[in-house]
């Protein structure tokens, strides 16, 4: 008797899942699986009366399928929306997987792996971790989950494309107005970093979770104007797609330039975690290239992360002597507002915060062509675009800046201006409140 065999011997019935049929659909479409596959969902129908709304005052859930609160963007994101929300008399509920007991959650997990398991490996013959440990998630949430009162919400805000695919399910009997924001560009982006293979199982399962999100939501905000194409291909229609600017609330409004005290040095501040993508690499490259031409200059690495040695390897091997790694800093506005430039050289981005807290900061800004990063930083107004991954480039742009200091100045008050009347949190909350009410 096989391992399988032996599974469904000591289960009466096989285990089926029923829970977002879309996903099995689309491995079986990889596989050329033509067996009948049942769709169905496990929900209740309850007569719901819709919500009555005093003064316009709302009951929010926002979701997230990460931790929370932890240090991140994410996170960052979520908090300043509950708390600016909070600020205009609305209740809002934040609820993530490490909400819920863990012991429960990690039983439920291992529960879902092992009987995923054997229906993959009986259905296709194989079973792909990555997507494993993904269901197993989505089925735990979901039971997790599906214990909540949806009914006594007036709005639901999914924090990505796995909650948007949970409470999409939970949703159906009581058909709330349910907004999707992506953080990410989920499986485009994957596919385009070479993290995912092209034409795999994983592109087919991750893809159908992408278009469903966006078929659930109501509406999608998104961070900035670069998703828009991304969404519309996996389905979204443009009228249902809002742009919503993140906004930050960033060292106590008083982000003038301190004096200069008896500091001859000009100062160059990279913020971010040490991770490949943020291109710290190619940072160096360049101040290699203008090593001569680096008196009187100091560069502040602010950040850690997993490439914290190699790049601290690569500064030794280049003898850039006036490099300094901070580590991880709980005085970054102290920092930026002590800053003259402000780098960041990442390859791979959506809408980088350490962009906007610079901005705010009074200084000048040199950074990359990725994401929406052009939606807020103009070449040659409010600071310096330059393509990934080229020192070269980097280097012409922080020479540039090095050597003029009235340029500095002129594209600082650029930046510090757009980002007073774009990217604060009243103007971000008061966009997505005016959404959250033309639903309702």
Sequence with gaps: MTEEQQYQHHNDQPFQPTLFPYLISAMD???????AYEEEYEIEWWPIESAEIQNKKMKILITTFWEYPVIGGLQNYITSLKTGLENLGHSVHVIAPNHFPSNEMKALRDKYSKE????????????????????SKLYSYYTMLKNIDLAQYDIIHAQDRYTANVIGLLNQPY???LLFTPHGFMTSNRLKFNLMEKGSVEENYFSAIDKQAVKNANQVIVLCDVFRPI??????????????????????????????KSQRNTVITCVSRLRPRKGHEYLFKALALIKDKLKNV???IVGDGEMR????????????????FLGSREDVPKLLRESDIFVLPTTSDTLPISIIEAMFTNQAILTTNCGGIPEIIKDNYSGFIVEPANP????????????????????????????????TVSNMVQKIEEIYQTLL
């Design 29 to 35: 479409q990889f596989y050329d699986v033509n067996e």
């Design 116 to 135: 995923f398991t054997h229906f993959f490996i009986n259905r296709y013959g194989v079973c792909n971790e990555k997507i494993l440990h993904n269901i």
């Design 175 to 177: 058909q709330k107005p």
């Design 231 to 260: 969404l519309i291909n996996l389905g979204a229609e443009e009228n249902k797609i809002t742009t919503v600017y993140t906004g930050i609330d960033f060292g106590g409004g008083n982000n003038q330039k301190k004096s200069k």
């Design 298 to 300: 100091e560069v502040r």
């Design 309 to 324: 040695k190699t790049l601290e390897k690569q500064v030794s091997e280049l003898k850039l002597k006036n490099v300094s």
């Design 392 to 423: 070269k480039q980097l280097a012409e742009k922080l020479l540039l800046l090095l050597r003029n200091t009235s340029l500095r100045t002129e594209l600082a008050g650029n930046a510090q201006a757009f980002a007073l009347q774009h990217l």
